[in-house]
């Protein structure tokens, strides 16, 4: 394909911090692509814009596409993504870091043009010709932690999730949202004063406590036949040595958190639960996982902080038998082909992908390609809101395709 044109601009995501825009005009029209950011990131991440800001990246990134304008790129699968790389890495080792963010940004735009040029939709250019299959929408209703700023009082926990059973995608997230609106007026019934109060992923703001809420949660999915679980996000409360509890004052050492988390998922019978330990703690990790084989629970103990979608510390994981899940965010890494590397690993292994937003998102719906386009088994993408929901339209608009319906 040809690139006529390559920009980036400053727009803002979804909390109105700013972020980077790139747009490609090649011999096939325009093509946009722009990064999400994250607040309860891992440390292991790579660092998301040049530490000068997010104007600076953007500068620094303008330079970066000069290179690629007035240019014939070859493009004919994500492996062509090297050559890319490769100028990315040598401008950064002759100028300044761009972030993981830029790079995103700048790959995101330059696959929805290779897509095109080829006649195909994202997500066939990434399945390369293997079957595609619809992942699962995982949402958040209740939020606490580091996405709820604007309440004291608050859950520990950062995320209460529904999560649909195998069924027609469209009914899977219709099930999702009306799950949400029930735990609403249920949270209303308690709390007359956060009622429509929504926190950054739009999910439901109170000051109840981790169990009151998982109570509420779990009577409505039994309703809707749906399953629950939770994001602890506990690196952002751990001090170093406990788990300093808040809602319900409460300092839990790494034993008691194991039994704690181990006792949620019994009484609740918890599908999913990431990031129960801090970001190095993969032998806690181990050992809640021993708990869920040995008492066959049907759980899955997800990497997040502790994975960072870097294959390393995904491997780690596996070989420590610390995970059956792992969270991909492609900008933890920056690179795509990273991810690739990241999914073929857990696909040969058997960990169950589950690609997710941030918490400060942009209305782009490539997200929903990439689940689909790396085989992912769940999408993690909120349940309402318009940049949460845009991704989850393409995501019925992808089932569409498939089906030819
Ligand atoms: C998460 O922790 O799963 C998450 C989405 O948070 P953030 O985007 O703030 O890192
Ligand atoms: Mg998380």
Redesign the pocket.
């Known amino acids: 394909m040809y690139i006529k044109e390559a920009k980036a601009r400053v727009i803002k995501n979804s909390r109105k911090e700013r972020t980077i825009e790139v747009k490609f005009k090649t011999n096939n029209g325009f093509f946009i692509c722009s990064a999400?950011?994250?607040?309860?990131?891992?440390k292991n991440e790579v660092i998301d814009f040049n530490k000068k800001g997010v104007r600076y990246s953007v500068k620094l990134a303008n330079i970066f596409l000069k290179i690629l304008k007035n240019k014939e790129v070859k493009f004919s699968s994500i492996e062509d993504l090297r050559k890319i790389e490769f100028i990315l890495k040598e401008f950064e080792k002759n100028n300044e870091i761009l972030g993981g963010n830029v790079w995103y940004a700048i790959e995101g735009a330059l696959l929805k043009a290779a897509a095109k040029e080829k006649n195909i939709e994202l997500y066939e250019f990434l399945l390369n010709g293997e079957k595609p299959k619809i992942p699962l929408p995982i949402g958040n209703a209740v939020g606490g932690g580091?996405?709820t700023r604007t309440h004291k009082k608050k859950p520990d926990f950062?995320?209460f999730l529904f999560i649909a059973k195998e069924e027609k995608i469209q009914k899977a997230i219709s099930k999702n949202i009306l799950a949400y609106f029930d735990v609403r007026l249920k949270i209303r019934w308690k709390e007359k004063k956060f009622f429509l109060k929504t926190n950054?992923?739009n999910a439901l703001i109170c000051s109840l406590s981790n169990h009151e809420i998982l109570e509420i949660m779990r009577d409505v999915a039994k309703h809707f036949d749906l399953r629950i679980g939770v994001?602890v996000?506990s690196s952002n409360f751990f001090d170093g040595k406990n788990y300093d509890y808040k809602n319900k004052r409460f300092l839990r050492s790494r034993e008691e958190q194991n039994e704690y988390i181990s006792d949620l998922i019994s009484e609740f019978d918890l599908f999913y639960v990431?990031?129960p330990f801090h970001e190095e703690d993969f032998l806690s990790f181990s050992s809640l996982l021993n708990f869920v084989k040995k008492n066959k629970k049907d759980c899955l103990i997800v990497g997040?902080?502790l994975t960072t979608t870097n294959l390393e510390r995904v491997k780690k994981a596996y070989y420590q038998k610390s995970i059956n899940a792992v969270?991909i965010?492609p900008n933890q890494i920056g690179s795509l082909l990273e991810v690739k590397k990241v999914c073929d690993f857990c696909k040969k292994n058997n960990i169950k992908i589950i690609f997710?937003?941030?918490?400060?998102e942009t209305k782009d719906n490539i997200l929903a390609d990439y689940a689909v386009g790396f085989g992912a088994d769940f999408i993690?993408t909120g349940l309402y809101g318009k940049e949460r929901l845009v991704k989850l339209k393409r995501l019925i608009d992808i089932q569409k395709r498939i089906h030819k319906v």
Do not use: T, V
């Not at 997710?356 to 400060?360: A, M, Q, V």
């Open positions: 999400p950011s994250g607040k309860s990131k891992g580091l996405h950062q995320e950054d992923e994001d996000a990431e990031d997040d902080d969270i965010k997710s937003h941030r918490s400060g993690k």
